[in-house]
């Protein structure tokens, strides 16, 4: 059965019991719909050999071999990732187009009694979807941005919000990276698989009450804040946070712990950072952390190389928060006070 979607809601895994993207791993990994486990018909390795058949031998022949490779594929996915469904099982499977592959596998489960659907139109269909939500369309809910200077805990208040039943988003979580020099969390998405992710939370949204966004720059590491958002975060009113630097080095250091533990990550961050800052001063910083004098190097970090950074573009607050500490009774208190702002800005 071929069903044709026209929203991101219809690719719900609850409409489904299981979503399979039967492409290649390389393609998978680049984006798929959330949730979509990948349970490929031809491999990278096998899609390339059947392509370059195809375009240099005889489309009979790539034909002829793809559904020898499909069908073992398919045979070992029955085996091993499917054995355990029962009759009532009904998946979604998708491919590239809604082509050959999703249809060859679909035929296969669907000759052992599954009620299996394809997506017409395949990933492609998936795509145009996200990229008419993040793209073509104007931002579904009210933004308003949560700011302050680095180390000012915008991030874990921010999920302190969500906590308390405010509405977010999470551009720094979405993106693995916490949006500055020494932000990063591990490998990022693809740009492609950081809107599919921001499209399932933009989904979701309640038109009806305010998102708090992290104020952040049009990146956030490398990916790209889409332009329906961004121009909704361009006029958006802004609740600061501001805490004296000494808590915020404090907070800093606890943050960044996954740094601090690694010295050699450190030191490398410090050194790119001689451009902008000399080689004495990143001189001076890299003793600090030999030393293990952290809680001083962020104090430097701020007053020389983030302060400053941020006043130059810096922008007039809605409203201001104000904290001496940020531990963690004073981090609920500024999410309690936070949440009673969002009611009135």
């Not at 993207?21 to 393609?27: G, I, K």
């Not at 490779?69 to 469904?85: D, F, K, P, Q, T």
């Not at 809604?98 to 679909?106: E, P």
Request: proline share 5%; glycine share 8%; with cysteine.
């Amino acid at each position: 059965m071929t069903v044709t979607f026209s929203n991101l809601d219809d690719f719900a895994a609850d409409r489904f019991d299981t979503i399979i993207d039967v492409r290649a791993p390389s393609e998978f990994a680049e984006d798929h719909v959330p949730g979509a486990i990948n349970l490929p018909v031809l491999d990278d390795e096998e899609r390339a050999r059947v392509g370059t058949i195809y375009t240099r031998q005889s489309p009979f022949l790539a034909r002829k071999i793809g559904a020898a490779l499909v069908a073992r594929n398919a045979a070992s996915h029955i085996e091993g990732a499917l054995a355990g469904h029962d009759g009532g099982w009904r998946p979604l499977v998708y491919c590239w187009r809604g082509g050959q592959r999703s249809n060859s596998f679909a035929s296969i489960l669907t000759q052992i009694g599954w009620r299996v659907a394809v997506v017409d139109g395949g990933y492609r269909t998936y795509r145009r979807l996200v990229r008419d939500t993040l793209y073509e369309s104007p931002f579904p809910a009210r933004v308003i941005l949560l700011d302050g200077y680095t180390g000012s805990a915008k991030t874990e208040i921010l999920h302190r919000i969500a906590a308390r039943g405010g509405q977010i988003a999470d551009l720094e979580g979405l993106a693995n990276h916490r949006g500055s020099v020494f932000g990063a969390m591990g490998e990022q998405p693809s740009q492609k698989g950081f809107e599919s992710h921001l499209a399932q939370v933009t989904t979701r949204l309640d038109p009806d009450r305010p998102v708090l966004v992290e104020a952040e720059s049009s990146k956030v590491g490398r990916m790209i804040v889409p332009p329906a958002l961004w121009s909704a975060m361009q006029s958006a009113p802004r609740i600061r946070i501001e805490a004296p630097r000494p808590a915020r080095a404090r907070y800093l250091t606890r943050a960044y712990a996954d740094i601090v533990a690694d010295p050699e990550r450190l030191d490398r961050v410090l050194l790119s950072l001689v451009p902008l800052q000399g080689h004495d001063r990143i001189g001076t910083w890299r003793d600090l952390a030999k030393r293990g004098e952290t809680e001083r190097l962020a104090l430097e970090l701020m007053e020389h190389h983030y302060d400053p950074r941020y006043a130059r573009k810096d922008r007039e607050a809605d409203r201001i928060v104000e904290t001496q500490n940020l531990d963690t009774e004073g981090l609920d208190r500024v999410a309690d006070r936070i949440m009673a702002e969002l009611s009135t800005i």
